[in-house]
């Protein structure tokens, strides 16, 4: 079956501008998952999703970042007046969401080049 | 806040040499551990997911052992092969209440044909 998948794959974009990412989840899985990778660093969480409850945002780093999950499916991740520090791989990961028992599906990413 | 840590950073091995990653976290209140593998550019792979509750899984050449306890976790591949060359990541994901995976910064692997 499908996997996550998500869009652009890559995105270059000036300092100052806003972004717009995009993540399709495994068809039926509750939960969704950002993270952020930058170069020589681990992955770093950004924000949580599951069903309908209100998401856990306790890893975006600052009030530019935002993200929405319409319908219990598809995500945007937005950020708004990018940095050069924003320049990362953007990965979402989806799951069935059964606490503890989790495997999660990651996608390809995004690469997010802030010049 | 959950810590891990993945030893060594890079690792060269000949062909056909088994190898071991080590992996360790410091909260040993986790759900469980999962290793992962990352090709250039690529997303992750889940290789494995062990349960609080379990001592070690198997997947083929791959076996990953933990030890909640002792807050560590060892990925064994077999009879490495060129195809093994990869990033591996090890995450847990703990009883805080954090929804999310702490992540270990990766063990670069490459295997020398």
């Known amino acids: 079956g499908a996997g996550v998948s998500q869009s652009p794959s890559n995105k270059v974009t000036e300092k100052g501008k806003d972004v717009e990412l995009r993540c399709d989840p495994i068809?039926?899985?509750?939960?969704l998952y950002w993270y952020r990778q930058s170069l020589g660093q681990g992955l770093e969480f950004l924000i949580y999703?599951?069903?309908?409850?209100?998401?856990?945002k306790s890893g975006l780093p600052s009030d530019r970042f935002s993200a929405e999950r319409t319908g219990g499916s598809v995500s945007t991740l937005t950020i708004q007046r990018t940095q050069q520090e924003d320049s990362a791989v953007y990965l979402c990961?989806?799951?069935?969401?059964?606490?503890?028992?989790?495997?999660?599906?990651f996608g390809p990413g995004t690469r997010l080049t802030v010049l | 806040k959950q810590e891990v840590t993945q030893i060594p950073a890079a690792l060269s091995v000949p062909e056909g040499e088994n190898l071991v990653l080590n992996c360790s976290f410091t909260?040993?209140?986790?759900?469980?551990l999962q290793w992962f593998r990352q090709d250039p550019g690529k997303g992750l792979t889940s290789l494995l997911l062990?349960?609080?509750?379990?001592r070690e899984q198997t997947s083929g050449r791959l076996n990953a052992s933990l030890d909640k306890s002792s807050g560590r976790s060892t990925l064994y591949i077999a009879a490495s092969q060129p195809g093994d060359s990869a990033t591996y990541l090890c995450?847990?994901?703990?009883?805080?209440?954090?929804?999310?995976?702490?992540f270990g910064t990766g063990t670069r692997l490459t295997v020398i044909p």
């Open positions: 990961a989806s799951s069935r969401g059964l606490l503890g028992t989790d495997t999660q599906y």
């Open positions: 068809s039926g899985h509750t939960a």
């Open positions: 999703f599951q069903g309908n409850s209100a998401p856990d």
């Open positions: 909260d040993s209140a986790i759900y469980n």
């Open positions: 062990i349960q609080s509750s379990q």
């Open positions: 995450a847990v994901r703990d009883q805080t209440g954090a929804n999310n995976l702490f």
